[in-house]
């Protein structure tokens, strides 16, 4: 269990990080304080529930190595913020701080990769890997930007409207990446006991499986239409109160997924 909060806790801070950078300035120098300050804080308890390598790599080693890298950046970008130095150097920052995370989840696929079978095996984790990411990282600011409506009311909706596409976005590649995933699995993939993917989705031990779909991906894909169409009409409040939902669904979605990775050996 402490891999499946390490790789949690991580995706989130570097989805965070990329993601903050697709705010305008307008938003506030305590919106990136905060955000950065939250990033930060994950990324640090990451590194704190870190277990042990289950094999000593170079992949495993870079992984942990740019993850410091990101922490460093974003614990600089919160001290820096509203500030000349923050201010001035915003961009780049979040840019490095990005690539680190960006890098982490590279290595770390390449490195959990060599666990598993199948040629394909470091290119499915990848894409699992980032989009993971980018889904958390998405749904997280996009409910904080949308709460902080009722702090800064005259910010430009077109603000909540850009996060939100991403959001958006984020989960329709989710999905196609989880589906690419299960479609190659009924070909080449087997349960720790021995099973094939079909038999597996039929049984009992795939209880987790079906409530990682309905919770991380079905309930995600509802939600965005509702999130859409809220925020074209401008209902910041109410796009707010449906983000919240879709948070806590993709953080119960997030978390099963890590679980069957480190379960069943199937990057979901």
């Known amino acids: 269990m402490s891999f499946v909060l390490f790789l949690f806790l991580a995706h989130l801070?570097?989805?965070?990080?990329?993601s903050l950078l697709l705010v305008s300035q307008q938003a506030g120098v305590k919106f990136f304080r905060f955000n950065a300050g939250l990033a930060a804080i994950l990324l640090l308890l990451a590194l704190a529930v870190r277990p042990g390598p289950l094999v000593s790599t170079v992949d495993q080693r870079i992984a942990l190595l740019s993850l410091i890298v990101s922490t460093g950046l974003?614990?600089?970008?919160?001290?820096?913020?509203g500030r000349v130095f923050g201010s001035r150097f915003r961009t780049a920052l979040l840019s490095a701080a990005f690539i680190a995370g960006m890098t982490t989840l590279v290595a770390q696929a390449l490195g959990w990769s060599t666990l598993q079978t199948g040629p394909s095996a470091a290119?499915?984790?990848m894409a699992s890997f980032v989009s993971s990411a980018a889904l958390l990282?998405?749904?997280?600011?996009?409910?904080i930007l949308g709460h902080w409506y009722l702090v800064l009311p005259s910010m430009d909706v077109s603000l909540l409207q850009r996060v939100v596409r991403f959001q958006i976005?984020?989960?329709?590649?989710?999905?196609?990446?989880?589906g690419v995933v299960v479609a190659l699995a009924f070909d080449n993939w087997q349960s720790p006991r021995g099973a094939g993917f079909d038999r597996y989705?039929?049984?009992?031990?795939?209880?987790f499986f079906w409530q990682r779909a309905l919770f991380g991906l079905v309930g995600p894909l509802g939600?965005?239409?509702?999130i859409w169409e809220t925020a074209r009409i401008r209902a910041t409040q109410s796009a707010t109160g449906i983000l919240y939902v879709d948070?806590?669904?993709?953080?119960?979605?997030e978390v099963l997924a890590k679980y069957l990775l480190i379960s069943q050996r199937v990057p979901l």
């Not at 976005?169 to 989880?178: D, K, N, P």
């Not at 989705?201 to 209880?207: D, P, T």
């Not at 939600?223 to 509702?226: E, I, P, R, T």
């Open 201 to 207: 989705i039929l049984s009992v031990e795939s209880v």
């Open 74 to 81: 974003m614990i600089v970008y919160w001290l820096s913020a």
């Open 169 to 178: 976005g984020s989960t329709l590649i989710r999905l196609i990446v989880v």
């Open 137 to 143: 990282g998405g749904s997280c600011t996009a409910m």
């Open 123 to 125: 290119l499915i984790t």
């Open 247 to 253: 948070f806590f669904t993709v953080i119960v979605g």
């Open 13 to 18: 801070g570097i989805g965070i990080s990329g």
């Open 223 to 226: 939600l965005s239409y509702l």
